[in-house]
């Protein structure tokens, strides 16, 4: 039976394509950067999966219900219920997203000459870590770096490079090892639980604390039930618990596996850190029972909670990432393989072999797309990486990806296919697309706000 969307729409929200003159425009105006469109002039909107979920009907009615008391408040309660019962830790404190928890974690347990071993970077996390004078070490196997290898678990450590960077830094200067499930800028890509049970291991034996960024934990549940020997009996609420029984706590964006369109926090077993996240938490986010959110923010994000680990709906979900992966590779567009959970990765250095990674080809793709089809997609190479904190230089990353970024249960299967064609026909004409200079750079961050020029 064809994989069908599971759920039916009761409520819509009109989108337009504006004409193709009035695109280029747009697009010009926003400095070639997708992040700086405006919403209203974009038809598909695959900038990224995070707070653009919509929400159930029993999400919409928890809204209605959030208790907003300042202190104490009921649904605070019922996400701390819900994270012990399907996370397991034993304390977690609300922030406003997956950036406030990195913020908080960063600022507790990273001092200057800290280095902080982690599969491939995020953004934010590595900000955070480095702006409280701690080093990013890339740990991931090298095949996350192939956008052509098959590797089931892309997102896995590489235990010698672990090794490596721990003793070469000093265990006492690695406050905790962080692990991503699964990994964004690698592709959407797992980690197996064999990997993570070897990297626990690890950790236990130079006593350093082993912490998740869980943002799409729910995913790589997902794959591991597909993917790894002895877990397709296994339901995807063990799986899960079992993953996050090998860690001593998570930084977690709700914006994505937990449907919600804000919302985050931090969580742990350790009582002292937890004291320490509760004082510091006051300071930047509010009381530890709502850290920067509304009550009905926190019983949106609990019902979510409930149903990130629903098999119809996460099945669906990366049979809609793995549809419009498929499509593109058929017609020979160059992505980045396999297909992650929450995204498709077009490989910019493949898909335009004549731009130079310093004239930001990934760039120059979003912004072509955009132009062709009013879709938007994001830059996931040279300009996000952005530039040594210490020597000033660019990073240069081996993948110059664009990323579609699918929102859960936003869009149909049919508007999945169009974009895949809207893709295909790109690529056919891909010679006429050129490199972009890049005009304003903003110190932090750059992806943001950056403007461009065509060359
Ligand atoms: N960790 C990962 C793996 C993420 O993908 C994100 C956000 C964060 C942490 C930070 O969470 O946005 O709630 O502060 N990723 C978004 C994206 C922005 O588009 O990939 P946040």
């Known amino acids: 039976m064809r994989n069908a969307e599971p759920w039916r ?24 950067n997708t992040f700086l469109l405006r919403s209203e002039d974009v038809y598909i909107d695959l900038l990224t999966d995070s707070g653009t979920s919509a929400m159930s009907d029993l999400q919409w009615s928890a809204l209605m219900r959030g208790d907003e008391a300042y202190a104490g408040s009921r649904s605070f309660y019922e996400l701390e219920a819900a994270a012990r019962e399907i996370y397991g830790f034993k304390h977690i404190v609300p922030t406003h997203q997956g950036r406030g928890a990195e913020n908080l974690l960063s600022r507790i347990l990273i001092r200057p000459g800290h280095v902080v071993p982690q599969n491939m970077y995020f953004t934010t996390t590595r900000a955070h870590q480095e702006l409280n004078g701690g080093r990013f070490v890339d740990v991931i196997v090298d095949e996350a770096h192939d956008s052509s290898s098959d590797h089931p678990f892309k997102g896995n450590v590489d235990l010698q490079k672990l090794h490596r960077a721990i003793e070469e830094a000093g265990p006492e200067n690695v406050p905790y090892v962080c692990v991503a499930l699964t990994v964004n800028m690698a592709g959407g890509q797992p980690i197996s639980m064999e990997n993570l049970r070897e990297v626990r291991a690890i950790c236990k034996r130079f006593g350093i604390r082993l912490m998740y960024d869980a943002t799409r934990a729910a995913e790589n549940a997902w794959f591991i039930r597909e993917r790894e020997p002895g877990y397709a009996d296994k339901s995807l609420a063990d799986i899960f618990k079992e993953q996050m029984s090998l860690a001593d706590g998570c930084t977690m964006s709700g914006k994505k596996d937990l449907l919600v369109n804000i919302g985050g926090f931090l969580a742990m077993n350790d009582d002292h850190l937890f004291d320490q996240a509760k004082e510091l938490v006051v300071l930047f986010e509010g009381m530890p029972s709502y850290g920067g959110l509304a009550g009905r923010d926190m019983a949106a994000m609990a019902q979510g909670m409930r149903e990130m680990l629903d098999a119809s709906y996460l099945g669906h979900r990366v049979g809609q990432v793995r549809a419009l992966a498929d499509q593109l590779a058929e017609a020979g567009v160059p992505i980045v393989r396999p297909a992650g959970g929450h995204a498709v990765y077009l490989d910019a250095r493949a898909f335009l072999p004549h731009v130079p990674q310093a004239q930001h080809p ?79 750079e903003p110190p932090t961050l750059r992806f943001f706000t950056a403007r461009f020029r065509p060359l």
């Open 9 to 32: 729409i009761k409520m819509v929200e009109p989108i337009r394509l504006l004409d193709r003159a009035g695109r280029e425009a747009a697009i010009r105006e926003a400095g070639y």
């Open 362 to 440: 990934a760039q120059a793709l979003a912004a072509a797309l955009y132009e062709h089809a009013g879709v938007r997609a994001m830059e996931r190479g040279i300009v996000s990486a952005g530039r040594d904190a210490k020597s000033g230089k660019n990073h240069l990353p081996k993948l110059e990806l664009v990323r579609l970024t699918i929102p859960r249960r936003v869009y149909t299967d049919n508007q999945l296919a169009m974009v895949g064609d809207a893709v295909i026909e790109l690529h056919r004409d891909a010679k006429r697309i050129g490199g972009l200079d890049m005009v304003y």
